[in-house]
Structure formats: structure tokens, C-alpha cells
């Protein structure tokens, strides 16, 4: 079993529609969870980091986090063109000396259409 | 700040020689990270260092590979001799405590 995984895609959806990205993780133990975003050709940038079970938002974005599932989503709400790229989930180690450690899933391509 | 600045940005070598990958991570961040990422891998975590120190070099693959950090403002990653299956793009990433990492814009390293 992989430790982060993702659902590879492609995730088509409609310009203004919701996009929903799912990650689930298998180190119990992990406590901070990130989405980033890679353009094609580009590298990833951060969107938002989530350490809290719940939801937190920012602007069109919100992470949902669930660590009695170990689930972790993104929503990104009126989806536009420009949100087309892979999002990747990354979640951090247990600790010890695996602290400051990322693990990345592999990706999920995301096409939004006009 | 400029952000994670790496060079050369794009590298075409020929199979048997040394490639010397570049890093200056951003100021004050303690954490520096060497990933690979190629289509059938996805993003590989090579090795990363903590102030200066390397914690965890698990990923590097063989031998060949080699990195170092001689001062907080810079870090090298080698490949002696180069194979064409090393061919990628190769990020540096830094980060603060606070394990938020920043990439750089990555170095494409195309081995003949």
C-alpha cells in the first residue's frame, strides 16, 4: 500500500462547477497535511496546509481534513480554465527523524472546461 | 526574497559524465530538500538536509548520486557517471520549522 494516494485522473469538470480531489494516508501518526498545485512544465506551489480535523478555506479553496479516516480533500469551488493542473496531497511524518519530512501522493490531474 | 533559486535550469549531457545541480535555498529556512520527478515515478524525495546536515539520504538511488551543503545558502547534487535513465526534472525544496516547502523552479536534466 502506498503511504499517500490519490486518485490519478483525469478529474474533467465543468468552468463554475466544484472539483473535488481526494487523498487518503496511511501513517496514523501524521500531522500536517498540504495541497499543492503543478502546472505543466512548472513546479509545485503550496495552495493551502491543513493540521486540524475539520475544514478550512481560502477563498475558492477548502481543505477537509479527517483523521480518524485518514482522508484528506480539497474542494475547489467555480471551478475556472485556469485551475487545469495536477494537485498534489503531501503529508508529513510522524516525527523522530523523519521531522520536516514530506511524503507526496501521486498527483491528480485536474481539467476544468469552458 | 527571490525564493528557492536553482541552476542551470536546463541540462543535456551525454552518458558517462558528471552533472553538478545547483541550490540556494531561501534565507532562513533550515530544512533543504532534492526531489526528482519523472512520469512514471511522480515525485521522489532524494535526500534532505537539516541545517547544513543530511538526515536522510534513503532516496538517493546508487552510488552515483551525491549531495552536499557546505553552508546554509548552498547545496550541490552530483551524478558521476551519468545514465540516460537518470534523465528528469530535479526540484530543491526549502522550508521553515513549520515544514511548509517552497520549491525551486527545477533543473530538466536530459542525459543522451
Known amino acids: 500500500q502506498k503511504e499517500v494516494e490519490q486518485n490519478s485522473g483525469p478529474l474533467s469538470v465543468p468552468e463554475g462547477a466544484i472539483a473535488s480531489l481526494n487523498c487518503t494516508y496511511s501513517d496514523r501518526g501524521s500531522q500536517s497535511f498540504f495541497w499543492y498545485r503543478q502546472y505543466s512544465g512548472k513546479s509545485p506551489e503550496l495552495i493551502m496546509f491543513i493540521y486540524s480535523n475539520g475544514d478550512k478555506e481560502d477563498g475558492r479553496f477548502t481543505a477537509q481534513l479527517n483523521k480518524a479516516s485518514q482522508y484528506v480533500s480539497l474542494l475547489i469551488r467555480d471551478s475556472q480554465p485556469s485551475d487545469s493542473a495536477t494537485y498534489l496531497c503531501?503529508?508529513?511524518?510522524?516525527?523522530?527523524?523523519?521531522?520536516?519530512?514530506?511524503?507526496f501522493g501521486q498527483g491528480t490531474i485536474l481539467t476544468v472546461h469552458p | 526574497d527571490a525564493g528557492v533559486i536553482q541552476s542551470p535550469r536546463h541540462e543535456v549531457t551525454e552518458m558517462g559524465q558528471e552533472v553538478t545541480l545547483r541550490c540556494k535555498p531561501i534565507s532562513g529556512h533550515d530544512y533543504l530538500f532534492w526531489y526528482r520527478q519523472t512520469m512514471m515515478r511522480g515525485l521522489e524525495l532524494l535526500i534532505y538536509f537539516n541545517n547544513n546536515v543530511p538526515i536522510d539520504d534513503s532516496g538517493m538511488p546508487e552510488d552515483r548520486f551525491s549531495a552536499k551543503m557546505p553552508n546554509a545558502s548552498f547545496s550541490t547534487l552530483k551524478i558521476q557517471p551519468s545514465e540516460p535513465r537518470d534523465s528528469a526534472v530535479y526540484f530543491c525544496?526549502?522550508?521553515?520549522?513549520?515544514?511548509?516547502?517552497?520549491f525551486g523552479p527545477g533543473t530538466r536534466l536530459t542525459v543522451l
Open positions: 503531501a503529508v508529513t511524518s510522524a516525527g523522530g527523524t523523519s521531522y520536516g519530512k514530506l511524503t
Open positions: 525544496a526549502s522550508s521553515n520549522p513549520s515544514n511548509t516547502q517552497y
